[in-house]
């Protein structure tokens, strides 16, 4: 059992930057793996970012170096620092969590999924 509620969307000129946060209750042993995902219209949904229980990040090559996956000791909350924003990161961002995957990379959870999901938040960049 667990839940997660994403916060911290908005509109933002490009250059611009936004933390998204992501709220998690229940179990904590379906924490091990958390990640962002963003889906854009008319597009797949792909992972942005994401996290194991050791602190190992990974992240799609798009936003390396202007994006940052963290979370707090607890594992309560997770949270997505995204600087220098382009129109082209526009999406709804999701918040997603799995127990303990074969691998928890950016290119391993976007093929295979994760199991619990936040409804999303929406992140618009103007140019």
């Known amino acids: 059992q667990l839940q997660l509620v994403e916060s911290g969307g908005g509109s933002v000129q490009a250059g611009g930057s936004l933390r998204l946060s992501c709220a998690a209750s229940g179990s904590m042993y379906i924490r091990h793996c958390m990640a962002w995902f963003r889906q854009a219209p008319g597009k797949e949904r792909e992972g942005v970012a994401a996290?194991?229980?050791?602190?190992?990040?990974t992240y799609a090559d798009s936003v390396k170096g202007r994006f940052t996956i963290s979370q707090d000791n607890a594992k309560n909350n997770l949270y997505l620092q995204m600087n220098s924003l382009k129109p082209e990161d526009t999406a709804m961002y999701y918040c997603?969590?799995?127990?303990?995957?074969?691998?928890?990379?950016?290119?391993?959870?976007?093929?295979?999924?994760?199991?619990?999901w936040g409804k999303g938040t929406l992140v618009n960049i103007s140019s």
């Open positions: 996290i194991d229980t050791g602190t190992t990040t």
């Open positions: 997603a969590a799995d127990g303990l995957p074969k691998s928890c990379t950016v290119l391993y959870l976007e093929r295979y999924g994760m199991d619990y």
